[in-house]
């Protein structure tokens, strides 16, 4: 069936270091792919999403680029923030828009 | 704009008691979801409305676990009786539409702990 699966955490890294966070898939037909941030105390929120092969979605310096070849939607961020503390999740919906899998998500924690 | 409400937000009970939880979504979406979130473990969707009929519940344990949307606005989910592997997060979202070009709103979840 249809999975997502990213890489375990915790991750730490020193402020302004590079970040990756792999994702990579299972699915069947054409998904959207999707990354969710969940800050300390708050709720899921969504990060950035892409909907077709080789788009790239982006917000807030965070990047990921819809990879069909490598069934792969890797999270990445030039220059981390202490702000950027967080958990992330993958996911993704069918095509059908009717199911959702999320990953386990990846714990992160930028120090000064 | 007032995000998705949810209550309780955290609930203790024994295993074999009942349990119920109310989610309120944004004002004007047509779509909510019920997720479960076991610790450690990433959201499990559970249920998936449209108004006020369910469009996919797959995965919803039916022999313990019912959802209801009667007016197609706010929502309940019971457990009975309650397993403590029932232990976790349980989510509400809304999205305006639904489908996978609508952005999903999270409510802060409750925590229901089985003993």
């Known amino acids: 069936g249809d999975s997502v699966t990213q890489m375990e955490g915790p991750v730490t890294l020193s402020e302004e270091a590079f970040l990756t966070i792999n994702c990579t898939y299972t699915?069947?037909?054409?998904?959207?792919l999707f990354w969710y941030v969940q800050y300390p105390g708050e709720g899921l929120q969504l990060l950035l999403k892409?909907?077709?092969?080789?788009d790239k979605g982006s917000n807030k310096g965070f990047e990921a680029t819809y990879r069909k070849e490598t069934t792969s939607f890797h999270l990445e961020k030039g220059s981390v923030q202490v702000s950027d503390s967080a958990v992330y999740f993958c996911?993704?919906?069918?095509?059908?828009?009717?199911?959702?899998?999320f990953g386990t998500g990846t714990s992160l924690t930028v120090i000064p | 704009e007032a995000g998705v409400a949810q209550s309780p937000r955290y609930k203790i009970i024994e295993k074999r008691q009942s349990v119920a939880f109310w989610c309120n979504p944004i004002?004007?979406?047509?779509?909510l979801y019920w997720y479960q979130q076991i610790l450690g473990q990433g959201p499990k969707l559970l249920i998936q409305f449209q108004n006020n009929g369910v469009v996919d519940d797959s995965q919803l344990p039916k022999d313990r676990f019912s959802a209801e949307r009667l007016k197609g606005v706010d929502s309940t989910l019971k457990i009975q009786p309650a397993k403590l592997e029932d232990s976790a997060v349980y989510l509400c979202?809304?999205?305006?539409?639904?489908?996978?070009?609508?952005?999903?709103?999270f409510g802060p979840g409750t925590r229901l702990t089985v003993t």
């Open positions: 892409a909907t077709k092969a080789d």
């Open positions: 979202a809304s999205s305006s539409v639904g489908g996978t070009l609508d952005e999903q709103y």
């Open positions: 699915a069947t037909g054409y998904p959207s």
């Open positions: 996911a993704l919906s069918t095509n059908t828009g009717n199911q959702f899998y």
């Open positions: 004002s004007g979406h047509a779509t």
